[in-house]
């Protein structure tokens, strides 16, 4: 069973840092997709924040860029967002990403899973 655990979040002042992660267990499948999203509150789309894709490295939203960095351990088993600079704007609950594939006989099986959700608050 695979499970995602994200802890990090909570409450900052406008300026400070926080460092959110997300443990992953379970996983079966050959992880080449990994990401942080948010959702804004009263909005209900998740937005992409940062992802780390296989041939394309690290990409960030715009407004995130220079301030918030993606990261993972060599075995893909915790996927880390320092959050630097934190402005009011980016209050949302962030959910981490994996994602991935399995070779099942001659098919391969696309898999998404994603964390609990946890509370960033950015106070001005």
């Known amino acids: 069973q695979v499970q995602l655990v994200e802890s990090g979040g909570g409450l900052v002042q406008a300026g400070g840092s926080l460092r959110l992660s997300c443990v992953a267990s379970?996983?079966?499948?050959?992880?080449?997709?990994l990401g942080w999203y948010r959702q804004e509150p009263g909005n209900k789309q998740r937005d992409v924040v940062a992802?780390?894709?296989?041939?394309?490295?690290?990409r960030y939203l715009d407004s995130v860029e220079g301030r918030f960095t993606i990261f993972t351990d060599n075995a893909k088993n915790t996927l880390s967002l320092q959050l630097n600079s934190l402005k009011p704007e980016d209050t949302a609950v962030y959910y981490c990403h994996f994602g991935g594939s399995l070779r099942v006989e001659r098919e391969m099986e696309r898999y998404e899973y994603w964390g609990q959700g946890i509370q960033v608050t950015v106070s001005s």
């Open positions: 992802t780390i894709r296989d041939g394309d490295g690290a």
């Open positions: 379970g996983i079966f499948f050959t992880i080449d997709d």
